[in-house]
């Protein structure tokens, strides 16, 4: 019960991590703010903070840690899904030479 317990803390701590980090987003964007920027910052930081977090569950970090590379992530959510977007898009367009650029490490 104690370990579900702590899932549960750990599965909150990285939603409050990620909300927080949309928030300092959307106070530090200098654009017209609307709810629905507000709600989109919200769910995308949130997304990538559990994708993250999830990642993050067996690897043998201190606790602090994770939680500052979910932080880190979740503030950089938007830049993190459009780059991963544009990768996917080159994939796309040409697989084999997308696959050739990732062994060659990106040359």
């Keep these: 019960m104690d370990e579900m317990n702590n899932s549960w803390s750990a599965q909150i701590l990285t939603v409050c991590i990620a909300v927080g980090a949309a928030l300092v987003r959307i106070i530090m964007d200098a654009r017209h703010i609307t709810f629905l920027a507000i709600l989109r910052a919200i769910v995308v930081a949130g997304f990538v903070a559990w994708l993250v977090g999830e990642g993050l569950a067996d690897v043998d970090l201190a606790?602090?840690?994770?939680?500052?590379?979910?932080?880190?992530?979740?503030?950089?959510?938007?830049?993190?899904v459009e780059g991963l977007i544009q990768l996917g898009k080159q994939f796309q367009k040409d697989p084999r030479q997308f696959i050739d650029s990732v062994r060659k490490g990106g040359k």
């Design 63 to 80: 606790n602090g840690t994770k939680n500052a590379i979910v932080g880190v992530s979740s503030l950089l959510s938007r830049e993190l």
